[in-house]
């Protein structure tokens, strides 16, 4: 067998494999199955390469394409990394920064329990408010699918069962996506007087807070709200979709 067709065979086999994993995640552990279509992704790479590299050795136009496929792999791949980076560096608490107010975005309900998205988010909220008695409290997030309640009812119920003082919390329920937590987040803020570009806290998952700066613009003061170690699986799937997330609000506005 020549090393033509060896590697013919070899990017075959690493696209099978690349299926069925993609289909292992997609519907059996499904909590990562952005990382499933990702591979299908991969796959159908693979495979276009192959052929193309099948072609190249008769084809001249098939080895042009099979150059240009390269250099929009690449391309894309240091976009990704360059996105990826990005959400990365806003992965932080700023304990510093001064804020006059706190916002929580919203995450799942299951009934009327907080989804482990969301625990941790009101746990790292609980924290951060610890020792700031007198800064209001935004929760925002409507009520979903499954949810009993809207996910700023949940939020402030658990806030204020672990001794936050109700008067502090300003619920917002009619959020159904970051943009309209971003834009009703801040209509209430103007209500409670804090001006426009004044510093204000808002607390998300880690891997979330990037885009949510974007959408906020001047005076967003990050609080990151990390997964437990051993969710490491689930908050890598989380971190590599963010990356396309990003994309989307930068080119799409969503």
């Given at each position: ?5 060896r590697?013919?065979?070899?990017c ?20 990562v ?11 159908g790479?693979?495979?276009?390469y192959a052929?193309?590299?099948h072609w190249?050795?008769?084809?001249r136009w098939?080895?042009?394409?099979r ?19 990005r ?13 006059e ?18 625990l941790?988010r ?45 008067s502090r919390?300003?619920?917002e ?8 937590n971003?834009?009703?987040?801040k ?9 426009a570009?004044g ?26 709200a990390?997964?437990?170690a051993r969710?490491?699986p ?12 990003l994309?989307?609000?930068?080119v799409?506005?969503?």
């Amino acid at each position: 067998m020549t090393a033509m067709r060896r590697f013919e065979k070899v990017c075959c086999v690493l696209a099978v494999l690349c299926v069925l994993l993609g289909a292992l995640l997609r519907f059996v552990w499904t909590a990562v199955r952005f990382t499933g279509f990702l591979l299908w992704c991969a796959a159908g790479a693979l495979a276009v390469y192959a052929l193309l590299y099948h072609w190249s050795r008769t084809r001249r136009w098939a080895l042009w394409c099979r150059r240009m496929f390269l250099i929009l792999l690449a391309a894309g791949l240091l976009l990704f990394t360059a996105l990826e980076a990005r959400v990365i560096s806003w992965s932080r608490t700023d304990w510093d920064t001064p804020v006059e107010a706190v916002v929580v975005l919203g995450a799942g309900v299951n009934g009327r329990t907080p989804s482990l998205s969301l625990l941790v988010r009101l746990e790292a909220a609980l924290e951060y408010v610890r020792d700031k008695p007198g800064v209001p409290i935004i929760v925002t997030g409507a009520q979903g699918p499954g949810e009993a309640v809207s996910e700023a009812r949940c939020m402030a119920d658990w806030l204020i069962a672990h001794g936050v003082e109700p008067s502090r919390v300003v619920l917002e329920e009619q959020a159904a996506n970051t943009m309209e937590n971003v834009r009703f987040s801040k209509e209430l803020l103007a209500e409670l007087g804090v001006p426009a570009g004044g510093s204000v806290a808002v607390v998300s998952s880690d891997y979330h807070l990037c885009r949510a700066a974007w959408m906020w613009g001047g005076g967003m003061v990050p609080v990151a709200a990390h997964m437990p170690a051993r969710y490491f699986p689930l908050t890598a799937n989380y971190y590599v979709r963010e990356a396309f997330g990003l994309a989307a609000a930068i080119v799409f506005g969503i």
